[in-house]
């Protein structure tokens, strides 16, 4: 199994999960996100994290390419 598969399986379980308990789904995500930093800090240095992150956020467009993608 992949790792995208895991994390995938993973993920829309905890989703389900906190649908059960009443929770929101954008709560949920904030909380991974904020664990998954966290995971990152522990080996790389916050601003590898940062940059990390900021690739991220300019690259979330899903109709958008990324810039170093060939047509």
């Known amino acids: ?5 895991i ?3 993973h ?3 905890a989703l389900a999960e906190a649908e ?3 929770q ?3 709560a949920l995500a904030r909380r991974f996100l904020d664990l998954v930093v966290a995971e990152y ?6 601003a590898d ?3 990390e992150l ?14 170093f993608m060939r047509p």
């Open 20 to 22: 059960a308990a009443g």
């Open 49 to 51: 994290v940062r940059s």
């Open 24 to 26: 929101g789904r954008d």
């Open 1 to 5: 199994m992949s790792v995208h598969a």
């Open 41 to 46: 800090l522990k080996t790389r240095s916050v």
């Open 7 to 9: 994390a995938k399986q």
């Open 54 to 67: 900021t690739f991220v956020a300019e690259n979330c467009d899903p109709e958008t390419d990324f810039m």
């Open 11 to 13: 993920f829309d379980a």
